[in-house]
């Protein structure tokens, strides 16, 4: 799965997790990446009722599953102000990697996309960069290396 410049979204200004789901949602619709964004937002809440995203270190990855989501993608969304999450650390949350998967892909593909940004966050190197630039086309590279299992 390629990793592109679009795929990052700076300076995303949301006050919690649900008006962050609503600005993916958005996003994916305008982007034809689903048709119905309300479905997108209850698939991400419904995954966060389960068990919480949030990781550490001002890191998540919310994700959502499901048949109406037309490709595999992942978008990193950096926040203007940190905001509430369940984590590890008890601290907010500044950094998002959103996964979504069409259910056919459900499997091996989104394992393996949460595999790689999880273990690439166990690197100093990685979360960095990925926490102190905003230049897409570091993001986009650094990303896309830890996508690839490169990092």
């Known amino acids: 799965m390629e990793?592109?410049?679009e795929n990052?979204?700076?300076d995303v200004a949301v006050k919690d997790k649900l008006a962050l789901f609503e600005y993916i949602a958005d996003y994916a619709v305008t982007h034809k990446i689903v048709a119905d964004g309300d479905a997108l937002v209850e698939a991400f809440l419904k995954r966060e009722r389960e068990v919480s995203t949030g990781l550490q270190d001002s890191f998540a990855i919310p994700h959502a599953k499901a048949a109406f989501i037309n490709e595999p993608i992942v978008l990193f969304?950096?926040?203007s102000q940190p905001i509430e999450w369940e984590?590890?650390?008890d601290k907010?949350?500044?950094n998002v990697f959103a996964l979504l998967v069409p259910s056919e892909f459900e499997g091996m593909v989104h394992l393996q996309m949460i595999s790689q940004?999880?273990?690439s966050?166990?690197?100093e190197s990685f979360t960095d960069i990925i926490k102190h630039t905003d230049d897409v086309t570091l993001l986009t590279t650094t990303i896309s290396s830890a996508m690839n299992g490169e990092y």
């Open 8 to 10: 990052i979204l700076l």
């Open 87 to 89: 984590t590890f650390d």
């Open 117 to 119: 940004i999880a273990t």
């Open 77 to 79: 969304l950096k926040l």
């Open 3 to 5: 990793f592109r410049n």
């Open 121 to 123: 966050l166990m690197e």
């Open 92 to 94: 907010p949350v500044a």
